[in-house]
Nanobody, 115 residues
Framework: VQLQASGGGLVQPGGSLRLSCAAS????????MNWYRQAPGKQRELVAG???????NYVNLVKGRFTISRDNAKNTLYLQMNSLKPEDTAVYYC??????????WGKGTQVTVSS
């Protein structure tokens, strides 16, 4: 299993970024996927999740600003982030959990929101 997150960077408050997570080594289309983030000095937290059928869920802090989606033809998970705030600054990770409840983490991509 390989998960490669990309798309992070430095953006001003109010700006947007689109993260991608390229997946391989498992049946992506049949798998629920999640985005997590970890800010400096804080625990890793769930940001958003999407089922194999496309149902989504979000942590309250990002509802209405972030959108999780997937392209099964490209084996890619996305996170569209709008109206970014300084408190969104973190390393963002994609997560796949297999049927044995084993977690596979991507390498992460840094998002910095600052003026």
């Amino acid at each position: 299993v390989q998960l490669q997150a990309s798309g992070g960077g430095l953006v001003q408050p109010g700006g947007s970024l689109r993260l991608s997570c390229a997946a391989s080594g498992f049946t992506f289309s049949s798998s629920a996927m999640n985005w997590y983030r970890q800010a400096p000095g804080k625990q890793r937290e769930l940001v958003a999740g999407i089922t194999s059928g496309g149902s989504t869920n979000y942590v309250n802090l990002v509802k209405g600003r972030f959108t999780i989606s997937r392209d099964n033809a490209k084996n890619t998970l996305y996170l569209q982030m709008n109206s970014l705030k300084p408190e969104d600054t973190a390393v963002y990770y994609c997560l796949y959990t297999n049927w044995r409840r084993y977690d596979y983490w991507g390498k992460g991509t840094q998002v910095t929101v600052s003026s």
